[in-house]
C-alpha cells in the first residue's frame, strides 16, 4: 500500500462569514493545488450558509463549494495552520508566532449579485496562483 506525501503546507481562510471570500479562496486553492496543500477556511462570526453569488460564480469555473458550510474560527485551527490568509477580520484572528499571516484586502461579496462578485473572484484566483507558487518555492528550498 502507497501513502501520498504529506501535504507541502497548510492554509487557513479567515473572513468574517466563511460564506464569500473565504471560501472562493479555499475553493480555488482546493482546485488548484490538489493535495499539496491541506486547505481550511473559518470565519469570526460564521453565517448561516454559503453566499448563493459566490457559489454562482465560482461554478462558472466549474468550481462547486455548495456543499461547503461556514465554520467558526478556533484556535486549533490556526495553530494546525502555516498559513493564516485574513480577509477583513484580521483583528479577530489569534496570533502564533511560526505562522505565516497574510491580510488580503478584497471587497466583501455579501449582498452582491453574480456579476459583482466575479471581479473579487478573478482577483481571488490570482493571490490563490501567487500562494501556490510561494508554497513550491519554499518546498523546493526545504527539500
Known sequence: MTT????AASVLFVCVHNAGRSQM??????HLAGDRVEVRS???????????SAVAAMAELGIDISAQRPKVLTTEAVQASDYVITMGCGDACPY???????????????GQGVE??????DEIRTLIEGLIAEIDAR????S
Open 4 to 7: 501520498s506525501p504529506a501535504p
Open 25 to 30: 479562496a479555499a475553493g480555488f486553492l482546493r
Open 42 to 52: 473559518a470565519g469570526s462570526v460564521p453565517g448561516d450558509r454559503i453566499n448563493p
Open 96 to 110: 502564533f508566532p511560526g505562522k505565516k499571516y497574510l491580510d488580503w484586502k478584497l471587497d466583501d461579496p455579501a
Open 116 to 121: 459583482a462578485v466575479r471581479p473579487i473572484r
Open 139 to 142: 518546498t523546493v528550498r526545504e
